[in-house]
C-alpha cells in the first residue's frame, strides 16, 4: 500500500522535510537480489537479507508456484569470498544445489529434502563461478589457494572437484596466470573456454579469452588464445552450440557482441554502445543464448540500459518494449528469460519474460514498499563541461516531497554522491539511498566521472593515470555546473562516497575549496598504504596493482602515491568529515578512516567517526545501513545548521 502524507506544501527549510522513506522502512523491508539462474522450469535467485545479518540465501519459484521458498537452510549462507568481491555463488541441475558457504568457504552440495554437506576440505580454499561437467561427474570452477605461500600471494587455478566429494581441493586443469574466470563447457562437453588476466591488469583493461579441447581423461588440450590482451577486455563467454561461442569485447571502443564458429570471428549488431560491464564479481550476464543464432541482451547507451533480441545472421537488433531501464543477471531457456530489472520509479525486481508473448511477471521485489510518487525525484540524465574541454555525465535529482517547498528565496543543498570502483557506474534505478535524501530537500548530483563505464573505453581510460584527479574534478565541475545553473546552494555543497568513491570524497575535500563537508564510508586516505599493504600480503589479491593502473607504477614512482593522498595533505583541509568503516573490511583497512580521524582531530577541524563491528567492505546488517543513513543526515543538519524533522540518536562529533 502507498505511503502517502497530506497535500498541502508548507515553506519549510531544506533538510527539514518530514519524508516518508525512513531509513527504519529502509532495512525493515529491503533485500539485495542477486544471481539468477533456470533449472528447468524452476527459477532461483539470491537474496541479501539484512535483518538477517546480511545472510545470502538461495531462493526458489518452482513451476506453477504463487510464492518463492528458501532453498537454503537458516544456519547457512550463500555467498563466496573469491577476489572478497564474490559472485558465482552457486550452481543449480535437476534440483541439485552447489554452494559456497560464507563461514567456511566450503563448497556444499544440497540433494532435494536433503541437508547440505561439504564436497571440498577444511582447507584454506575458497571457490567460485561453477559450471557443471554432467559427462564426467564433476564441478568446474575457479579456486582461491590461500595457504601459506613464500609469494604470500593468493594462487589462483582452474579446477575440477569431484561431485563426490574431492579431499584435494580440486584437480587443477588450468593455472599459471594470475586470475581465471568464466570456465564455460560446450553442451558436448568437448571444449572448454575460459577467461584469464595478469598483474596489473584488470579484466576490463586486457581480460583473454582462451579455448581448448577437453581430453578424456578431463585434462584440457591445445589450448587457443581466441581474443582478448593488451588494449582489448573480453567479457562473459557462452556456447550456443557445440562450435559456436559467443563474447563480448571492447577491441572497437565499446563493448560489443562477437560470435566465433570454430574457424573465424564476426562481430554481432556493432553499435556505439555497451553490451558488457566490468567484471567485479563473477557470474555477471548481460546476454543469453536462446539458439546458435538468436540472442536476448541488454545494452547500455550514454548510462541508461535497454534490452532487445539479436540475430546473429541479419545483425538486427530488435528492442523488447520494457519499462527499465537497469538490467542485471539475465539468463534465458525454452522460449523465456528471467532478468533483474528496475527503473527511475521502480527498485529492482526479478522479473521473467515470456519471449513469445513477451508478458513481463514479477516474480520477486526488492521491496513491498510503495510510495506515492509525490515523494519521489524522477532523475535527469546531465551532460556537464569539465577540465580539458571535456564532457562528463551524471544524473541529477531535485528534491522532492509533495508536502514541502524550500523557503523564499532558499536553494537546496547539493549532495554530490560517488560512486565505488572506480571502474564502475551509477545508474538512473531508483535507489532509496538517493531519495531518502532528496525526500528531506536535499538535491542529489549522481556523478559518473571519467573513469566510468556505460560510454566506452576512451571514457573509462580517462582515469589511467589520473585517479585522484579526473574524477575528482569531474565532481567539482558537475558541483558548480548545478550552481550556475541556479539549482542549488553554493554554501551547502557536501560529497559523499563508498570505497574508491570515498578516495574521491576526501581528495575533493582536501585539494579543492569547492564543497563544505562530506562523508567518507571506508575510503581511502592513503594511496602509499594502500600499495604497500597490497605488496605486503595484507591486501586482497584481485586489487593489488589495480593502482598501477590508476595512479603510477609501485613503488617506482610513489612520490605520485604521497602527492595525490589526501593523508599526506591536511594541511589543506578546512572542513567537517565524517567516517563510517567496517572493521572487518579486508579491501580498505580501519587504519585508513582512523588516521584521517586523527588528523582532523588534531587540527580541530569538526570530525565524526562510525565505526561498525562485524562488517566487511560495505554494510550489510540492517542496523548498520540504519545507522550509516541517519548519522550521516545528523552530520549535515549541525554543520549546515537546520533541525530533522524525526529525532535521531546523536553521533559525537568532536570540534564543532
Known amino acids: ?53 546480511g545472510r545470502s540465501v538461495l531462493v526458489r519459484r518452482a513451476k506453477g508456484a504463487a510464492v518463492n521458498t528458501d532453498v537454503t537452510p537458516p544456519d547457512f549462507n550463500v555467498r563466496t569470498r573469491v577476489h572478497e568481491y564474490g559472485g558465482g555463488d552457486y550452481l543449480v541441475r535437476d534440483g541439485t544445489v552447489y554452494f559456497s558457504n560464507f563461514a567456511d568457504q566450503r563448497v556444499y552440495r544440497q540433494d532435494p529434502g536433503r541437508a547440505p554437506s561439504p564436497i571440498t576440505p577444511e582447507e584454506n580454499f575458497r571457490f567460485a563461478d561453477y559450471q557443471l561437467d554432467v559427462r564426467r561427474r564433476r564441478l568446474l570452477a575457479v579456486r582461491e589457494d590461500k595457504r601459506v605461500v613464500e609469494s604470500k600471494e593468493d594462487i589462483n587455478t582452474l579446477v575440477a572437484l569431484d561431485l563426490g566429494g574431492d579431499l584435494a581441493g580440486g584437480r587443477v586443469l588450468a593455472q599459471g596466470r594470475d586470475f581465471y574466470a568464466s570456465a564455460r563447457l560446450s553442451p558436448d562437453g568437448s571444449k572448454l573456454a575460459w577467461l584469464c ?16 579441447a577437453v581430453g578424456e581423461d578431463g585434462s584440457l588440450d591445445h589450448p587457443v588464445h581466441l581474443a ?56 555477471l550476464s548481460t546476454y543469453a543464448c536462446l539458439d546458435e543464432n538468436q540472442l536476448l541482451c541488454t545494452f547500455i547507451e550514454k548510462g541508461t540500459a535497454r534490452l532487445a533480441l539479436v540475430d546473429a545472421r541479419s545483425g538486427r537488433l530488435d528492442p523488447v518494449d520494457a519499462p527499465f531501464t537497469w538490467f542485471a543477471s539475465v539468463r534465458a531457456s525454452e522460449g523465456r528469460a528471467v532478468f533483474v530489472a528496475g527503473s527511475p520509479g521502480e527498485p529492482p525486481s526479478v522479473i521473467a519474460l515470456d519471449l513469445r508473448s513477451r508478458r513481463l511477471d514479477v516474480l520477486q521485489r526488492c521491496t513491498d514498499l510503495r510510495f506515492d510518487p509525490g515523494y519521489v525525484s524522477t532523475p535527469e540524465a546531465v551532460e556537464f563541461p569539465t577540465t580539458g574541454g571535456l564532457t562528463a555525465h551524471a544524473f541529477y535529482y531535485p528534491p522532492a516531497n509533495r508536502d514541502f517547498t524550500p523557503c523564499a528565496g532558499e536553494k537546496p543543498p547539493l549532495l554530490v554522491k560517488v560512486h565505488g570502483g572506480p571502474t564502475a557506474a551509477t545508474s538512473n534505478v531508483f535507489a532509496f539511498g538517493v531519495q531518502y535524501w532528496t525526500s528531506r530537500g536535499f538535491a542529489v548530483l549522481d556523478v559518473n566521472y571519467g573513469g566510468s563505464t556505460g560510454y566506452g573505453r576512451k571514457y573509462r581510460e580517462r582515469l589511467r593515470g589520473q585517479w585522484g584527479i579526473v574524477d575528482v574534478d569531474d565532481c567539482v565541475n558537475g558541483a558548480r555546473y548545478l550552481v550556475d545553473r541556479g539549482d542549488v546552494d553554493a554554501d551547502r555543497l557536501a560529497i559523499t562516497g563508498g570505497s574508491a568513491g570515498g578516495y574521491t570524497t576526501l581528495s575533493a575535500l582536501t585539494f579543492r575549496d569547492v564543497f563544505k563537508a562530506g562523508a567518507s564510508h571506508y575510503g581511502i586516505g592513503d594511496l602509499e598504504r594502500l600499495a604497500h599493504d597490497a605488496r605486503t600480503g595484507n591486501h586482497h589479491k584481485f586489487e ?113
Open 197 to 212: 588476466w595478469d598483474h596489473p591488469s584488470m579484466p576490463w583493461d586486457a581480460a583473454e579469452l582462451w579455448v581448448a
Open 228 to 283: 582478448g590482451g593488451h588494449g582489448e577486455s573480453i567479457f562473459q563467454p557462452e556456447w550456443a552450440g557445440d562450435t559456436t561461442l559467443y563474447f563480448v569485447s571492447d577491441r572497437t571502443d565499446f563493448w560489443n557482441l562477437y560470435r566465433w564458429d570454430g574457424a573465424r570471428t564476426e562481430a554481432i549488431a556493432a553499435r556505439p554502445a555497451e553490451f558488457g560491464v566490468p567484471q567485479w564479481a563473477f557470474g
Open 1 to 53: 500500500m502507498p505511503l502517502t502524507s497530506g497535500n498541502v506544501r508548507r515553506a519549510v527549510r531544506c533538510g527539514s522535510w518530514k519524508s516518508p522513506i525512513t531509513s527504519e522502512l529502509i532495512v525493515r523491508g529491503l533485500v539485495g537480489l542477486g544471481q539468477l539462474a533456470l533449472d528447468g522450469e524452476d527459477v532461483y535467485f539470491t537474496e541479501m537479507r539484512p535483518a538477517e545479518k
Open 544 to 656: 593489488s596493482r589495480y593502482e598501477d593502473g590508476l595512479v603510477a607504477p609501485y613503488p617506482e614512482r610513489v612520490d605520485v602515491y604521497r602527492a595525490r593522498s589526501p593523508i599526506h595533505h591536511t594541511d589543506r583541509l578546512s572542513c567537517p568529515i565524517i567516517f563510517f568503516q567496517g572493521m572487518n573490511d579486508k579491501v580498505v583497512l580501519p587504519n585508513q578512516a582512523e588516521r584521517m580521524v586523527e588528523a582532523l582531530r588534531q587540527k580541530r577541524l569538526p570530525v565524526a567517526y562510525v565505526p561498525f563491528e562485524g562488517e566487511g567492505h560495505g554494510f550489510r546488517q540492517a542496523e548498520n545501513i540504519k545507522r550509516a543513513l541517519d548519522a550521516e543526515l545528523y552530520f549535515y543538519a549541525r554543520v549546515f545548521r537546520f533541525d530533522t524533522a524525526d529525532p535521531i540518536d546523536p553521533v559525537p562529533i568532536e570540534n564543532l
